[in-house]
């Protein structure tokens, strides 16, 4: 017991002081993109060409965070002439085609919704459904629960069942094998529910965008009210879209 107690003392208080100050990110972390439209054509072809993703049109130069994978390989071509991340993790919208971007976001405080604010700012329960993922989009939700980030101390939980369930929160490609699953997931929770998008293969299907397996984009089946992009998101940016769409 005194051992318990002194190590507590020692170790102190653990807990990030997010949303009040924002933790510094990895130096490596690549967060929301800066575009340099002027930059050089042949430059922003190569970038275009070598992108997996597709995630850059050419025309308009803006890269749709919601197919990017944030590898980096736009950033390392163009030694950050034409593309830049930022260290930037505040990249949830409310809407999908505010992922299109040279760099600028809304607000999504703006675009959150004031009923979802009143039914659940105080009291979040979410049912998570990994449909398909490769597991980094759900432990990165996973880890929300520890002690630095201390979801639960926002009112904010992920529980077992459905039924218990204000919303889903769905990570993976949705591959055919489980959609039936997400789809009787989502039946199962009561009305009025929320529906949130989590990671690249979410959002357009990722990595494994034209496989004929996947769905490109849950808001293809289902009604989405918030997308967070990454590959996998950093669990600051799952922690800024559910405290600025909810709270
Ligand atoms: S970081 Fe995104 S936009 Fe750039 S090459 Fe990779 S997937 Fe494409
Ligand atoms: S978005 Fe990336 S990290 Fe998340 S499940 Fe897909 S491949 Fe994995």
Redesign the pocket.
């Given at each position: 017991m005194f051992t318990t107690l002194k190590n507590r003392y020692e170790q102190g208080y653990k807990t990030c002081n997010y949303p009040q100050e924002k933790p510094a990110v990895f130096a490596r972390y690549r967060g929301r993109p800066i575009v340099q439209t002027d930059a050089d054509p042949d430059i922003i072809k190569a970038c275009v060409t070598a992108c997996p993703q597709n995630a850059i049109d050419i025309h308009t130069k803006k890269i749709d965070m919601g197919r990017c994978?944030f590898c980096g390989t736009c950033e390392q071509i163009s030694q950050g002439k034409f593309v830049r991340f930022t260290g930037d993790f505040e990249i949830a919208t409310a809407q999908k085609d505010h992922l299109i971007t040279h760099g600028d976001l809304p607000s999504l405080a703006e675009h959150s919704k004031q009923h979802f604010k009143r039914l659940f700012g105080r009291s979040l329960q979410l049912r998570q459904v990994s449909a398909g993922?490769?597991?980094?989009?759900?432990a990165d939700l996973n880890v929300l629960a520890t002690p630095f980030f201390d979801l639960a101390r926002f009112g904010i939980n992920f529980v077992a069942s459905p039924r218990h369930s204000d919303g889903i929160v769905v990570?993976?490609?949705v591959s055919k094998n489980m959609r039936t699953a997400l789809l009787k997931t989502y039946e199962a929770i009561p009305e009025p529910k929320v529906v949130i998008a989590?990671?690249?293969?979410?959002l357009s299907g990722?990595?494994?965008v034209g496989s004929p397996e996947v769905t490109e984009g849950l808001d293809t089946i289902l009604p989405v009210d918030l997308f967070i992009p990454?590959?996998?998101?950093h669990p600051l940016t799952n922690l800024h879209g559910l405290l600025t769409f909810f709270k």
């Amino acid at each position: 017991m005194f051992t318990t107690l002194k190590n507590r003392y020692e170790q102190g208080y653990k807990t990030c002081n997010y949303p009040q100050e924002k933790p510094a990110v990895f130096a490596r972390y690549r967060g929301r993109p800066i575009v340099q439209t002027d930059a050089d054509p042949d430059i922003i072809k190569a970038c275009v060409t070598a992108c997996p993703q597709n995630a850059i049109d050419i025309h308009t130069k803006k890269i749709d965070m919601g197919r990017c994978v944030f590898c980096g390989t736009c950033e390392q071509i163009s030694q950050g002439k034409f593309v830049r991340f930022t260290g930037d993790f505040e990249i949830a919208t409310a809407q999908k085609d505010h992922l299109i971007t040279h760099g600028d976001l809304p607000s999504l405080a703006e675009h959150s919704k004031q009923h979802f604010k009143r039914l659940f700012g105080r009291s979040l329960q979410l049912r998570q459904v990994s449909a398909g993922g490769c597991n980094a989009c759900e432990a990165d939700l996973n880890v929300l629960a520890t002690p630095f980030f201390d979801l639960a101390r926002f009112g904010i939980n992920f529980v077992a069942s459905p039924r218990h369930s204000d919303g889903i929160v769905v990570t993976g490609p949705v591959s055919k094998n489980m959609r039936t699953a997400l789809l009787k997931t989502y039946e199962a929770i009561p009305e009025p529910k929320v529906v949130i998008a989590v990671g690249s293969c979410t959002l357009s299907g990722g990595p494994f965008v034209g496989s004929p397996e996947v769905t490109e984009g849950l808001d293809t089946i289902l009604p989405v009210d918030l997308f967070i992009p990454g590959c996998p998101p950093h669990p600051l940016t799952n922690l800024h879209g559910l405290l600025t769409f909810f709270k």
